[in-house]
């Protein structure tokens, strides 16, 4: 027997739209809703993302929460044929909605209810408000590295750096200073990227996946369609370090307006010894006024070299939820058959199988070609690890 609504959620609906058929009403007040709270001020919560995704992706559904002609909340989603609703943008949803009021009075799983979704599952929710009903999933609420500038007097965020991490902005300069010496000087570009700078970085960052063992985003079907769809819209953004006509290091991704979310970050293998990837996060910090940008996301993990570089930080948590009906009972049970065999456990093995599996299940959807990047993972894993590894940031395996 199906559990009665609370009596508040009958006075709210919650239904999903195609992209397409949102009135510039809609969309207004989804950006305003982004507006409310520096943890909603991302490219990736944005309907210009939204509006990116669905032009190649006939699965990408807006759920429009509304309490009368008011909206309260909008959560923008990849609906699966099991009725499973994955956040848009996977793999590269570093954030998700639903971006909402500090009023919305409706639950998540409320919201799929209404909508008719079975379940909605995500690794990172900014929740402002404190309104996320249960408790925390397994992971717990971590912090997102970002860079935001203070518009009054941007000049000031250089000097706040350097001041706090003082040994390491003077490791920093000492490696730069070295490596202009011994090759020439260095550039700093940044803008909508040409074919060939964009085709060298993710070259850099296909080497890098490959000797991981992670999931190949730059060229697994579905994510390689979304970085080709950003690419040749005009959101595509990019920041460059060059040596003459030599890409050092540099970052891809995503800019609306004032805020720019890199996707790929990667460098050139020869240059390793500089740590390339910080230089780059010093131009960063030295030309944030010049470039307009006002919010600069460089998203969770590694802690070790963003803490250097951001000022702010955007606090996600895990969620799970479901709707009603026979389809969120078959995500409940698949779910917990998934417990049952360890995988909400620490570092366990089989929370790692199941996270390779869901990162290639959302990056390949034909069986060939899951089984191709598994193998790449398996036999990656297997190799050898080479000596040669430090504990800079260029040596890390995480998109960012």
Known sequence: MTKPAPSHVNEWSAIAFKYEDLSATDLDAWRSLCRQHADYDSALLTPEFTYVIAGIRQDVRVVLVRKGDAIKAVLPIHLRPDGLARPLGTPFADYTGPVRTVDCELSLSDMLAAAGIAAFSTNAMPDPWGLMEGPVEPGGKTDSHVIRVDTSNPQDLIEEQRSKHSKRFKNFRRLRNQLEREAGTLRFDWGAPDTATLATLLEYKRAQFRQTGLVDLTSATQSRQMLDAVALSPYAFHTALWLG????????????????????????????????????????????????????????????????????????????????????????????????????????????????????????????????????????????????????????????
């Open 245 to 400: 006509d030599t890409l050092i290091s540099g970052h891809f991704g995503i800019r609306v307006a004032t805020s720019f979310h890199p996707w790929i970050a990667a460098f050139n293998p020869a240059f390793r010894h500089f740590s390339p990837g910080n230089l780059l996060l010093m131009s960063v910090l030295e030309t944030m006024q010049d470039m307009g940008l006002e919010t600069y996301d460089l998203a969770n993990g590694h802690d070790h070299y963003k803490k250097y570089f951001s000022n702010a930080d955007r606090p996600v948590q895990p969620a799970w939820a479901t709707g009603q009906g026979i389809g969120a009972l078959r995500q409940k049970l698949n779910r917990r058959v998934w417990h049952l065999v360890g995988a909400d456990a620490d570092n366990s093995a089989t929370g790692r199988l199941k996270r390779r599996i869901d990162q290639i299940a959302v990056s390949e959807f034909g069986a060939v070609s899951r089984l191709r990047q598994f193998g790449y993972a398996v036999l990656a894993r297997s190799l050898p690890k080479k000596v040669n590894q430090n504990n800079s940031a260029e040596n890390l395996p995480a998109r960012h």
